[in-house]
């Protein structure tokens, strides 16, 4: 199974830019699509992003679309997430997850879950 580890987080200001990276060990890493979901305090987890396994083929929650790109370098088994005109609203533990079924992503029932990563937009 595949491994994850996000990194990236921190305090930005509303407007500001922050990329989540999300570094993957174990199975290839080629043959997963990948995915962000975020969870705020008091709220259930919520997709975010999700990309296939060539990076082909993205999708995006409307509360993040034109704002937030997913990308990945299959060299560095790395996926990202360019988050740019952050709100205080985007203030979330983020995660990335991996599944082999981009479909199973989108439902929030991927195989590996990386740990998260804290972002918090101030006002």
């Known amino acids: 199974q595949v491994r994850l580890v996000e990194s990236g987080g921190g305090l930005v200001q509303a407007g500001g830019s922050l990329r989540l990276s999300c570094a993957a060990s174990?199975?290839?890493?080629?043959?997963?699509?990948m995915g962000w979901f975020r969870q705020a305090p008091g709220k259930e987890r919520e997709f975010v992003a999700v990309?296939?396994?060539?990076?082909?083929?993205?999708y995006y929650s409307d509360s993040v679309k034109g704002r937030f790109t997913i990308s990945r370098d299959n060299a560095k088994n790395t996926a990202y997430l360019q988050m740019n005109r952050l709100k205080p609203e985007d203030t979330a533990v983020y995660y990335c997850?991996?599944?082999?079924?981009?479909?199973?992503?989108?439902?929030?029932?991927?195989?590996?879950w990386g740990q998260g990563t804290q972002v918090t937009v101030s006002s």
């Open positions: 990309t296939g396994w060539s990076g082909g083929s993205t």
């Open positions: 997850n991996a599944d082999s079924l981009l479909s199973r992503i989108l439902g929030g029932h991927a195989d590996a």
């Open positions: 174990g199975r290839s890493f080629n043959n997963y699509a």
